[in-house]
């Protein structure tokens, strides 16, 4: 019974769902409870949607490149150095740039190392199911903004925070509960999406 479920479930799966789930846990945490001194925490989660959205088209090439050959291993060596260093001057956070870091070369491990054909049209489908989803749930959030709870994230406390935000204009900075909630939520459908894929590969 255990071999079975090993053969049958992904280890880049299991280790993606672990990550996602510590994403979850943060921006809810942050989003409900904030804490004195987040300031720096918030800030970077935000940034860190603003770069997935960076990261899902990305990945749409590493699917479609993977496996084929060692050049295609040194082109995602290349990306993730000018990724990192990118990514790493945008926030002050090296915990969460190493966690998010390593969420990255969990999914583009997982897509090299697919060479079956099945498998790369699986990765290409799961690359454009994130896309699609990343700009349905922001749209829809921000639409719907007016409407979300602050929780711990109110104008009082994010001024204590000196956080330098204009309520006038409609982004994620002016706004970081829709951003709390964004990050939330999309995880947590990554999640939810994933268990379902585990659970439909096991029962086969």
């Known amino acids: 019974m255990i ?3 090993i053969t049958r479930i992904s280890v880049f799966s ?5 990550f996602n789930f510590f994403m979850i846990y ?4 942050v989003w409900m409870h904030p804490q004195a001194g987040d300031l720096e925490l918030i800030l970077n989660l935000i940034i860190l ?6 990261m899902i088209n990305t990945g749409l090439l590493v699917s ?14 290349a990306f993730f150095s000018v990724y990192a260093f990118a990514y790493n001057t945008a926030v002050s956070d090296n915990f969460i740039f190493i966690i998010h870091c390593s969420i990255v070369v969990n999914r583009t491990l997982a897509a090299l190392m697919n060479k079956d054909k099945t498998d790369v049209e699986k990765e290409l489908k799961i690359a454009g199911f994130n896309f699609s989803l990343y700009m349905l749930l922001i749209i829809a959030l921000l639409v719907c903004s007016a409407i979300i709870p602050k929780f711990g994230l109110t104008k009082d406390y994010l001024i204590s925070e000196n956080y330098n935000f204009n309520p006038k204009s409609d982004d994620l900075f002016n706004m970081p509960h829709v951003a709390m909630c964004f990050g939330a939520l999309y995880y947590l459908i990554l999640n939810f999406v ?9 029962k086969k």
Do not use: P, Y
């Open 49 to 54: 949607m603003l770069f997935e959205f960076w």
């Open 26 to 29: 943060k921006f809810m945490s």
């Open 14 to 18: 299991i280790i993606g769902l672990v």
């Open 3 to 5: 071999t079975k479920i």
């Open 64 to 77: 479609i490149t993977a496996g084929r050959s060692w050049k295609h291993w040194l082109m995602a060596v």
């Open 194 to 202: 994933e268990i379902k894929n585990i659970i439909s590969n096991f």
